[in-house]
Structures are given as C-alpha cells and as structure tokens.
C-alpha cells in the first residue's frame, strides 16, 4: 500500500463527503448551478451529483478502492464544470467579492481534478 496517497485520499473524500450531504440537505443552490440545456429536473441532476461524490468519496477512503475513487472523482470535477460556468454566468450581476467566488471555483475545480488524478496515478492497482 502506498502511504503517500494517504492524506490526499482522505482530504478529497473529506470534501467529495461534505459537498456530497449537502447536495441532500440543502439542494436549492446546487440546482441553480444546473445548466438550462441538460435534460431533466435540476433537483435530478443535483441528486445525482451528490450520490456521485458521495460515492467517490467512500472509493478513495478505502485503500481498496482508492484508484478507482481517484479516477472517477477525476471524472465528476470534470463533469461539474459546466456547472461552475453556469455559476459565473449566473452570478455576473453581482457584486465583485461575489464574482470572484464564481470565478475563482474555476482554478479550483482544475486544482481538484489534478490531486484526485495524482491520488489515482499513485495507488497501486489492485489485483
């Protein structure tokens, strides 16, 4: 086992967790982030979304399954951009503490998808 991914590992599933309980216990904002185009509720796809990091964030707590959880966050942050795109142009009227949040979501999801990738590339397969 590779002990190197360990705190990567637990600090995303930490955050894929949270992110994950609140796409249940407090929706509304999630929805508001689901772009026009997609098909469907946006309750569905905020549904979703939390079952997705929910679920990642169990992978890549177990050492087991942690590449695998690794890959398939990597997979979800990528799947939530244009969520977060929908977010700055939701928000492009409001006032600039705000707007930088909405903006600055975007380095932030890169910066998530690189560690989840890092934290997948460095567990061994398993057999």
Do not use: C
């Amino acid at each position: 086992m590779n002990r190197s991914n360990t705190a990567p590992a637990l600090a995303l599933a930490g955050v894929n967790a949270a992110a994950g309980v609140l796409h249940f216990v407090k929706p509304e904002p999630f929805d508001g982030l689901i772009p026009h185009w997609l098909p469907g509720e946006p309750r569905t796809w905020t549904h979703a979304s939390g079952v997705a990091e929910l679920a990642t964030a169990g992978l890549m707590a177990v050492p087991a399954t942690r590449r695998i959880g690794g890959l398939l966050a990597t997979g979800v942050y990528a799947a939530v951009w244009p969520g977060n795109m929908q977010m700055v142009a939701n928000w492009r009227d409001k006032p600039w503490p705000m707007k930088a949040l909405a903006w600055g979501r975007l380095p932030l999801q890169v910066w998530l998808m690189k560690q989840a990738w890092s934290v997948a590339r460095s567990t061994p397969p398993t057999r």
